[in-house]
């Protein structure tokens, strides 16, 4: 039955009747599935006071919600909660059994209902529903998590609600801020299916892969970067998951910085950047999210919590400076940090198998990001992460030659099927 599609739990139903007594007006909540941006669709989540023609209008106790007929078949049966957390408030869907199946990647054969509904066509080689949705699950879970620790407060916020100034900022949030966003994985195929020990393993990183330097700033910065790694071999010695916070704060800002001066330079230039700076911040993204991960395993105290932000101010400076002389050996530089990335993952998982590291549970966050099987460990986190640098490695090496070989656009080298717009560089 349709007015029976969607739940809500009873801290939503709390929140929508406070709203409707504060503002002497029934509210609807309203609940739609939307197309855009890069990976498929998205909840969208906001408050109305009038339904239109042609919403299922959904009473729980008096709390109220409505969803037009379009979305109704992607969230049937989904759950809907109020989160109170410290990044801010919000009503988002917590559980959705419609989510298994997806028409983006063209692998669920029970999406076909949507994509005709939603007017949608197959798109291959792009993540779709079936990633926004998994992967907002997998948030959820993460926020349920978070709220567990906090409850205390959230049961106050329940009771008393947030107050009217909170109130006018949540009324005033883009629907689009109201959708939790991770950032996509570097592999396309993550989110085809959950990762297991085998599949991981599997994957081709090259450990000992090794661009040799044959010019004198690549020389340089091999030895910069080897000179780099003797007082990290010193300090951390055999702790490889305090090593592997150290490695990603450095590792998280090349991309970012890159990213930074290529999109000024292209503004500056008015022209555009070849494609680069959607890779480049990608690519800090992912870094960021390995750090995200040890620092979860980790827990690092105070004072390293120190140590590690001069480190990375310090090579921040530095880096913005070296790429703004010479992004070339820049990029070189990076590729030669990522040779050594892989090889202390390499070791971090000779570690593990030689008994010396515990193989704990993975943590939650790696489990969602990687889409790893939940009885996934810490090897199999060290594997997803050590993939991911592999292929840093190989994409920094490569933006390196194409600098030097003055082919920078990378649309000018793209196989191209004669219906893709031609970008002049």
């Known amino acids: 039955h349709d007015a029976q599609a969607v739940r809500l739990t009873d801290s939503a139903i709390s929140r929508l009747k406070h709203l409707s007594e504060q503002r002497k007006k029934t509210q609807y909540l309203r609940l739609r599935v939307d197309s855009g941006g890069c990976y498929g669709f998205s909840y969208m989540l906001d408050m109305t006071e009038e339904p239109e023609s042609d919403d299922v209008v959904i009473d729980r106790n008096g709390a109220k919600m409505v969803i037009d007929t379009v979305s109704l078949p992607l969230v049937r049966g989904a759950t809907i909660d109020w989160q109170d957390r410290l990044i801010g408030q919000a009503f988002l869907v917590v559980a959705n059994p419609q989510s298994s199946g997806g028409c983006g990647c063209g692998s669920s054969p029970t999406s076909n209902a949507m994509c005709r509904g939603l007017g949608c066509t197959v798109q291959s080689r792009a993540f779709g529903i079936k990633t926004t949705l998994r992967v907002q699950e997998h948030i959820s879970k993460l926020i349920k998590k978070d709220k567990s620790k906090n409850k205390n407060k959230a049961d106050e916020m329940q009771v008393t609600g947030p107050g009217p100034f909170h109130d006018t900022i949540l009324e005033s949030m883009p629907s689009e801020l109201r959708v939790p966003r991770n950032p996509p994985p570097m592999r396309e195929d993550t989110m085809d299916h959950t990762w297991n020990t085998s599949d991981l393993e599997a994957l081709d990183v090259g450990p000992t892969k090794h661009r040799v330097p044959d010019l004198i700033s690549d020389k340089i910065a091999l030895w910069a970067v080897k000179s780099a790694r003797k007082p990290t071999d010193i300090f951390f010695r ?5 090593r592997s916070v150290m490695l990603e704060v450095v590792a998280a800002v090349p991309g970012m910085v890159g990213g930074l001066i290529r999109h000024i330079k292209s503004l500056q ?40 932000a001069t480190v990375q101010t310090g090579f921040f400076a530095v880096f913005s400076l070296l790429y703004m002389v010479s992004p070339r050996t820049a990029h ?7 040779e050594e990335a892989v090889t202390s993952y390499t ?13 704990v549970k993975a943590p939650e966050i790696a489990v969602a990001y990687w889409n790893l099987d939940p009885e996934s460990t810490l090897r199999d986190v060290v594997l997803a992460v050590r993939a991911d640098e592999a292929l840093h490695r190989d994409t920094n090496h490569h933006f390196s030659d194409r600098i030097r070989a003055k082919r920078e656009s990378l649309f000018e080298d793209m196989d191209t099927d004669g219906n893709k717009p031609h970008i002049k560089y």
């Open 238 to 242: 055999n702790k490889y998951i305090h």
């Open 269 to 308: 230039g008015m022209r555009h950047d070849g494609g680069w700076i959607g890779h480049l911040l990608h690519e800090a993204e992912n870094e960021r999210m390995h750090l995200m991960t040890w620092m979860e395993i980790s827990k690092p105290v105070l004072w390293e919590r120190a140590l590690i």
């Open 332 to 338: 070189r530089v990076v590729g030669y940090l990522e």
């Open 347 to 359: 070791h971090f998982i000779g570690e593990i198998d030689a008994g010396r590291i515990e193989n």
